[in-house]
């Protein structure tokens, strides 16, 4: 039977939004597939029609995939996914049509309703020997099973050395909630008893800008080219994304914390696909002082770097983070894995109590943390700043050690003046190693040199003692953890000590560093690789 001039016309426009496809060219190929689904679905809607109805719901089932495939490569997801529902619609078992909604909703973190829709494609025969499906489908499986139970072992990835790049990571969330803070605005809370090293948090960042220092300081117009760079990603997201639009906004501008509104925390998790929002505007006003707020930098105090590639300065934004405040006793810290951060744990924490980050250092002295806090725009009213301000601000003894630190007296006669005087002024417990915190220069300066060691290393205490009253007072830091690496080696190299008890202790002060997401040899190699 010849074909009729529409219907070669049909075909034509088939075959070039095909061509299109082929050559990845996303736009005009969906404007070609949107033509030809508009003419499909009118002809299907006519109660008399010359096309063959069957093979014309087939060829708008394929359509519809393949547009949704375009989509999903411009990230277009919620405009895809109708395109596959509707496709599913026609052919509810379509192979391709299956794995295509599968790989948009595992790019949307939505873990196990893609599952579903590749155990249904996995029916399929043509699943048979498909490596790019498998591929996929083992993906879903390992992400959403972590996303429900929190499981993760970067062993592997850090005892090779961080080969290639960073792993791919499946959002999780813990057991928290957000709730309304006495230190600032809103705040992220334990539901449960929490373990030292415990994962909290895994989330990948809205957008990411980062650029290589290469030995150096970014200067000031790289860093404001970066900024263009971030803000203009995230405009684009927003524009694309209800869901990200509407969490964002639900972040702090700065101001008026106190009359915000308390987000539920189910609706950050992974699965939560949000409620579809009418504004199509953004206010730029807004979302820069939002991203102003909150953006976080990986070179942060309380964060650590997984990558290969060390030397770089990133920008982020992630969301559920932005909530956590400050305190100069954080009890939490943050792994960065490429794009992913990873929040655990740095000490055992209770049900009800806030998690915290240190925004600046907290093993500066108070003065400086004044500063910083002036810089930040924050106030810290932590137990351990209001010890310092009420109990020893202004007192001449620390005035002098101070200025004995600027002069570059001897650090082991400035450690033992402050030992002296801490005992005069019967400081005990968690009093000493707020101290001890707040003077860690002076104390790692000192058992870093044999020649101190040498003249004071028995009037002064051991320098266990001293790292268990920091890390109980302030938690866990990679510097303090670095020094008892050090100790421990040469302990080691001298024959002295209990090796295997010593060993213990640094690896546990490790997970509380960089958390519980990796075996002893892994942490071994780590160990040797902080700098």
Not at 150 to 164: A, E, H, I, K, T
Not at 255 to 279: Q, Y
Not at 323 to 341: E, K, Q
């Amino acid at each position: 039977m010849a074909t009729t001039p529409e219907e070669e016309h049909m075909q034509n426009l088939r075959s070039r939004a095909t061509e299109l496809f082929i050559r990845e060219e996303w736009n005009p190929s969906i404007e070609a597939y949107s033509q030809f689904i508009t003419l499909c679905t009118h002809h299907l809607s006519l109660p008399q029609s010359d096309f063959n109805s069957l093979k014309l719901r087939k060829s708008l089932c394929i359509a519809l995939c393949n547009r949704a495939e375009a989509k999903s490569r411009l990230r277009e997801f919620n405009s895809a996914l109708l395109d596959c529902d509707h496709a599913l619609e026609i052919d509810a078992a379509h192979f391709k049509t299956l794995v295509c909604k599968g790989k948009i909703l595992l790019s949307l973190n939505r873990y196990s309703m893609a599952l579903h829709c590749f155990r249904m494609a996995h029916l399929d025969p043509q699943a048979n020997g498909n490596d790019d499906f498998l591929g996929f489908w083992q993906k879903c499986r390992k992400f959403e099973f972590l996303s429900r139970t929190g499981f993760l072992d970067l062993s592997d990835w850090v005892s090779n050395g961080y080969p290639g790049k960073a792993p791919e990571l499946a959002e999780y969330i813990g057991d928290v909630q957000i709730r309304k803070s006495e230190i600032s605005g809103r705040g992220i809370f334990a539901t449960k008893d929490i373990d030292a090293g415990s994962l909290i948090l895994i989330t990948k960042a809205i957008a990411m800008e980062r650029s290589i220092l290469a030995g150096k300081d970014l200067s000031e117009d790289t860093q404001l080219v970066m900024w263009k760079n971030f803000v203009d990603k995230v405009i684009e997201l927003v524009r694309k994304c209800h869901k990200t639009r509407d969490l964002i906004e639900k972040l702090s501008i700065g101001g008026n914390e106190d009359e915000l509104d308390v987000p539920d925390v189910d609706l950050f998790r992974p699965e939560s696909i949000g409620e579809m929002s009418s504004r199509e505007e953004i206010d730029m006003v807004k979302l820069l002082a939002i991203l102003d707020v909150n953006s976080l930098t990986e070179d942060a105090v309380s964060a650590n770097v997984l990558r290969k590639n060390n030397d770089c300065y990133g920008v982020g934004l992630w969301l559920l983070p932005s909530f956590i405040n400050h305190s100069c006793t954080p009890n939490a810290r943050r792994l960065h894995v490429g794009d992913y951060l990873i929040v655990h744990a740095s000490r055992d924490l209770k049900a009800d109590e806030e998690l915290t980050f240190a925004y600046y250092d907290p093993l500066a002295p108070l003065n400086k943390r004044r500063d910083m806090s002036v810089t930040w725009g924050i106030q810290c009213r932590c137990k351990r700043c209001k010890f310092e301000v009420d109990i020893l601000y202004n007192k001449k003894e620390l005035k002098e050690i101070e200025i004995g630190i600027e002069k570059g007296m001897d650090v082991g006669s400035l450690v033992y003046k402050l030992e002296e005087q801490m005992k005069r002024w019967k400081l005990r417990g968690k009093e000493r190693g707020y101290m001890r915190a707040s003077f860690w220069s002076l104390y790692s300066e000192a058992y870093g040199s044999e020649k101190c060691m040498k003249k004071w290393g028995r009037r002064i205490p051991i320098f266990d003692a001293v790292v268990d009253s920091i890390t109980d007072a302030v938690g866990s830091d990679h510097r303090v953890l670095k020094i008892l690496n050090e100790e421990l080696k040469k302990k080691a190299s001298g024959g002295s000590g209990d090796g295997n008890l010593e060993m213990e202790k640094v690896f546990r002060l490790g997970r509380e560093v960089y958390g519980k997401v990796m075996k002893k040899h892994a942490m071994r190699k780590l160990l040797e690789l902080i700098d």
